[in-house]
């Protein structure tokens, strides 16, 4: 493993917060550890968070499904952001039924829990590859606050993340009438309410595969989208999307909605043809982590490219965009730009 100098975190104090989040509501006859978990990290209104997905690991002398230099480059440069917590957008291992490939994940990431670095992991379809109850076990042996939950919520000073599993329906059946309980039940002075989840609602992406890789957004994530920016119409909150599956970045916006696309955590990559509307326009592979900071009622988020060459590695800021909470009358507030 690399060597890492870094020290452990100190105890985070907890603040008491303005804004205050409800109880998940009981339901009546199902024992409560059966009901989605509402983690609270006990953060106050400045955190920063890092998302990104698509790692694939195994066995390192497995090239071709990941890039074992770049997983490692990413895990050390994540835990060095010292961030509060870590999302994944899914397929953190390459075959979910292999408790190898979860070994090379234990081993790989001990860094974030010597560090005590939460992870907050969306389920991705390589998660679930082969033996579907093996995989869950791997799966869930690894994140037991989820308590076996393949959906869930996390709240962080006024904000409220969300994390689906795309391989359920997202709008409907038990996780869409949940996911419609939580908006529903949105305190009015949330900030900003996260969605994770592995398939993206938008990409530039296509399953055509012209240039060697490459999946179209499903019908039921362009279904989530249509629900999310009608929701967005209706609420102060902002709503950001972080997606995987294309083992790329994207950002995208619709309805005042923020979608992001970060798969480009060490998966084998390959290039996309960019939509001329795409606010991101890049012909490259593009390694990343995308680094979100939160303070009182902006938010940034930052792409962290990893730009490999012959000679030498280094880490730029490729793409960046500030949110704010929308304003009753006003448009969006946010900027963004390129570096």
Not at 1 to 25: D, E, H, I
Not at 247 to 262: A, I, K, L, P
Request: hydrophobic share 35%.
């Amino acid at each position: 493993m690399y060597k890492n100098k870094l020290k452990p975190r100190t105890a985070m104090t907890l603040v008491v917060l303005l804004c205050t989040f409800g109880s998940a509501p009981a339901t009546a006859g199902v024992p409560h550890h059966s009901s989605p978990p509402r983690i609270n990290t006990g953060l106050g209104r400045s955190f920063r968070f890092v998302a990104y997905g698509d790692t694939r690991f195994t066995d390192p002398a497995n090239t071709k499904a990941a890039n074992p230099d770049v997983r490692h480059r990413l895990v050390d440069s994540i835990a060095a952001a010292r961030s509060d917590f870590i999302t994944f957008g899914g397929d953190i291992a390459y075959n979910g039924d292999n408790p190898d490939d979860w070994k090379v994940y234990d081993q790989e990431t001990a860094i974030w829990r010597k560090l005590r670095i939460p992870v907050y992991p969306a389920l991705g379809n390589h998660d679930l590859h082969g033996d579907i109850k093996v995989a869950l076990d791997n799966f869930f042996a690894r994140f037991p606050r989820l308590r076996r939950n393949r959906y869930y919520s996390v709240r962080a000073g006024n904000s409220l993340m969300l994390t689906l599993d795309s391989a359920l329906d997202e709008t409907s059946g038990p996780q869409g009438r949940w996911l419609r309980k939580q908006f529903t039940h949105l305190p009015g002075c949330t900030d900003f309410v996260f969605l994770v989840l592995h398939h993206p609602p938008y990409t530039s992406s296509s399953d055509d595969k012209t240039l060697g890789g490459g999946h179209s957004a499903r019908p039921a994530e362009e279904k989530l989208a249509a629900y999310l920016e009608k929701r967005q119409q209706r609420i102060r909150a902002r709503i950001v999307v972080f997606s995987g599956h294309v083992h790329n970045y994207e950002r995208h916006e619709h309805g005042s909605v923020t979608y992001f696309v970060s798969g480009g955590g060490g998966a084998h990559a390959y290039p996309i043809t960019r939509a001329p509307d795409d606010p991101y326009q890049s012909n490259e592979v593009n390694y990343h982590y995308l680094l979100v900071e939160v303070k009182g009622h902006q938010l940034t988020a930052t792409m962290h490219r990893l730009e490999l060459t012959a000679s030498e590695a280094r880490w730029t800021e490729a793409d960046s965009i500030t949110i704010s909470p929308l304003v009753s009358g006003a448009a969006p507030a946010q900027s963004a730009k390129r570096r």
